[in-house]
């Protein structure tokens, strides 16, 4: 059974930093590229990122480019997405997606979500 | 970047009507749409990807169809577990967009 579980998220000042982590299991992890998405809280999804199986590329969203990073440790079965300069807008569950099977770039399994407040 | 705008933001059917849900994108993208279902307090569920292709173990009640830039999604009789909030999402390019979602109500 696929599973996908997120953790690290907690209430931040703005301009700090946050490290999240996703434990993956239940799959090969290295077969897949894999994806951050988050929602504001009562709102729609905004794709956050993606990075290949080995690493060797990433993508990011317009409004995090430069500010956050995403990165992977295939030996732990393991995603990251460290995110610097928080702001307001930030707020938001921060799902871990994988990346389909027999497609790319539509996410057929997530995580629960961590949730990540930005607040003086 | 591709803007995806779906419509309408909210639909009012009853238990075993039909429900047709449109998503809109600001350039073509040949058939590179999902679509998503999310009930509250849970993680968004792949249900359709490249326009028609159904996800594994995704009842036939739901389909998918377009290409281009005009898609539908439809759920040919509504379950009572079918009330959630549907979302479509490209893949034609970076930054991956969804759109603003499709909430399904009870009438």
């Known amino acids: 059974e696929v599973q996908l579980v997120e953790s690290g998220g907690v209430v931040v000042q703005p301009g700090g930093s946050l490290r999240l982590s996703c434990a993956a299991s239940g799959f090969t992890f290295t077969d897949y590229p894999m994806h951050w998405v988050r929602q504001a809280p009562g709102k729609g999804l905004e794709w956050v990122s993606r990075?290949?199986?080995?690493?060797?590329?990433?993508y990011y969203a317009d409004s995090v480019k430069g500010r956050f990073t995403i990165s992977r440790d295939n030996s732990k079965n393991s995603l990251y997405l460290q995110m610097n300069s928080l702001r307001s807008e930030d707020t938001a569950l921060y799902y871990c997606?994988?990346?389909?099977?027999?497609?790319?770039?539509?996410?057929?399994?997530w995580g629960r979500g961590t949730l990540v407040t930005v607040s003086s | 970047e591709i803007v995806l705008t779906q419509s309408p933001a909210t639909l009012s059917l009853s238990p075993g009507e039909r429900a047709t849900l449109s998503c809109r994108a600001s350039q073509p993208i040949i058939n590179y749409l999902a679509w998503y279902q999310q009930k509250p307090g849970q993680a968004p569920r792949l249900l359709i990807y490249d326009a028609s292709n159904r996800a594994t173990g995704i009842p036939a009640r739901f389909s998918g169809s377009g290409s281009g830039t005009d898609f539908t999604f439809t759920i040919s009789s509504l379950e009572p577990e079918d009330f959630a909030v549907y979302y479509c999402?490209?893949?034609?390019?970076?930054?991956?967009?969804f759109g603003g979602g499709t909430k399904v109500e009870i009438k």
């Open positions: 997606a994988k990346d389909g099977t027999g497609f790319t770039d539509y996410l057929d399994y």
């Open positions: 990075i290949t199986w080995n690493g060797d590329s990433t």
């Open positions: 999402q490209h893949r034609s390019g970076w930054p991956l967009t």
